[in-house]
Every structure is written in C-alpha cells, then in structure tokens.
C-alpha cells in the first residue's frame, strides 16, 4: 500500500492552502493511497533550540508532538505539503516543522556521512502554496526553502501547485479549476509514487 503524509501548514482550518489540499488528499485516496492527515496549528511542538541533541541518533531530543510526526515522516512513501505565503515563505507553523526537521538533516548528512554524489531521494513531494499578491517571484524563496526541507526528509520535491492573486479565507473557491487540479495532482502523485 502507498502511505502518503499529508501536512497543513495553515493557520487556518479551511484556508485556501487546506481546501486545497484536502482535494489532493481526496483524488489520491480515490486512486488508492492510504492517507495520514496531520494539521500543524493542532500540534504542541517547540521550534527548534539547537542544543544538538540530535547529534547521537539523528533524532530529536525535546519531548512533544513532533515526535510521532518524525515516525510518520520516516515510514511514508510520499508527503503532501500546504502553506500559505508569508513574508515570501512558509506560514510560522510550518517553519517550526522545517527547523526542527534539522535532526533528519543531521541523520542524514552528519551520521549517514552521505557523499556528495546523491543518490535518488527515496519519496516524492508534493507542495501546495497560495500568495496573496500577483508578483513573479512571489514563490522563488519558498521553492528553495521546501526543496531543502524536502531533501532532510530523503524527498524529491515531484511537484507544485502555487496560485497567485488568493487571500482572504474561500477565495479558492471562486477557481474550482484550481481544486480540480489538486484533485488530479493527488491521484497523480500515488501514480507516480506505485511506480516507482
């Protein structure tokens, strides 16, 4: 069975980022994925304190709910990732997660010593992102930023989904093109990920 993790990175519940997403949950369900929801502003999880606790056994040392979500990280085949833009980033919440997912970068790069030359990531990534305004580079910061997260947790960034010109809460569903897509995204991600 294909497990994908699915991670709300909104500060709201039905977000446009959220809608969004639940479509690509809901399209790759259909297709037969087994789907983990997880809802970031619902967990108690400190930002990261950069004691390097994880330093022993690339895991994390402080004692919250970022602890089921690293198991869940580690035994899916794929993550589904939604934030909003802010500030040219991701939402708070989802910056928490980043940082603290710096104890996968040090099980991977400092532990598992692994060389330059990288082999394929072993999951793909999905990254669902709205802006409010309509600029060009609106998205090039939170690109490079979800690329190396993604990279920490051993995953390709497989594909986006980033819409401009989206800010107060229900203005996505004024483009049901756009939850069409998401939809179709999310069976194609649990086809892409069968395949491999």
């Known amino acids: 069975m294909v497990n994908i993790l699915a991670i709300y990175g909104s500060p709201r519940r039905q977000g446009n980022t959220s809608l969004l997403l639940q479509q690509a949950v809901q399209g790759a369900k259909e297709a037969g994925a087994h789907v983990d929801e997880v809802i970031l502003r619902d967990l108690k999880m ?62 991977k790069y400092w532990l598992g010593k692994e060389p330059n030359e990288k082999r394929e990531p072993e999951r793909k990534g999905l990254f669902i992102s709205v802006g409010a305004t309509k600029g060009k580079k609106l998205f090039d910061g939170v690109l490079l930023s979800v690329r190396y997260f993604f990279d920490a947790m051993d995953t390709k960034l497989w594909h986006a989904l980033l819409y401009r010109g989206l800010d107060f809460e229900g203005d ?15 069976r194609d991600l649990f086809q892409a990920i069968k395949k491999t």
Request: glycine share 6%; net charge neutral.
């Open 172 to 186: 996505i569903l004024k483009h049901t093109q756009y939850l069409e897509e998401a939809h179709q995204v999310g």
């Open 46 to 107: 400190s930002p990261c304190l950069e004691i390097y606790g994880c330093k022993k056994t690339g895991r994390c040392v402080i004692q919250d709910d970022f602890q089921k979500l690293y198991d869940q990280i580690l035994s899916c085949d794929g993550i589904m990732l939604a934030s909003p833009i802010f500030f040219y980033t991701v939402s708070a919440h989802t910056k928490i997660l980043m940082d603290r997912c710096q104890s996968l970068w040090v099980k």
